[in-house]
């Protein structure tokens, strides 16, 4: 299972040491613990105050959630503290508030069925509202010395992105071997109707249908497919051009592609965002690994290799 975080920012990196993650089956711990069961720099966490992260599962809870629960409340005490200490930002019960009310909206859940679906509690689910406030205004800080991505940049990004900015409307003939398909290619450029051709020759499963892919981003194709659709005078047979599939045969009907002006604001604002969410992850491990953090050996072990992480107790 993919934590909140995860499924709210594709597109964000999150380290895996603070997702909630499918939970494996090991030691139990006699729920109703009392103490303390780790300390971040100095100051201690208590069991309640992890159990509270777990729903009800009687007398007993999972170590390893138990872990992965305390690594929550860990990172969220370094990253909070140090957010602070660092930028001066405070994340205020208002400021969650709002982005408990935004991850409701995106999932299109009730907070009973995220509960439910994710196996999280209602202290659970603030934590990462909690934390997703820190993550915007840490990664807002980072990104705010640097200046405007380069027009170099932004070309280069919507060069190698026009598979998925586009739109084409192609047809294609199939065939097996490269010289069957120079000799289609020949009779296509002769005059010979494409969808004809295609219905006799085309080994796909288009070829009943005269060779029609519809119309789809280039994207969805193989890769050497993809590149012809763009590459192609439209109306014009193309090929022809081998994939793993054969050896193929296209006609572009129509192709859209976007000029760069239309679309360069957007990829500047994903750079952006790209380059705040790299800056976070590599912020939050450098504070978790200068951390001072020990946890009692019964409830797991703390390390830094390969990225900080509580380690369950061994079954």
Known sequence: MRSLITERRKSRARPAFIALTSLATGLLLACGGVGEVATVDGEPIAFDEVAALIPDAGDTVDTTRFANSLMLVVADRVMSAQAEEEFGVVRTEQLIDAKLGELLMQTGLTPEQIYENYGLTETSLRLIAAQEVTADQVSAELLAGGGPPAEEELMAIYEASLPELSQVCAAHILVETEEEGIATYDRAVAGEDFATLAMELSTGPSGPNGGDLGCSSPATYVQEFAAATLE????????????????HVILVNERIVPAFEDVRDGLAADLQQSEGNRQWVDWLTRVLVEAEVTVEPEYGTWTTEPSPNIIPPES
């Open 232 to 247: 192609a005078e439209v109306g014009v047979p193309f090929g022809p051009v081998q994939t793993t599939f054969g050896w």
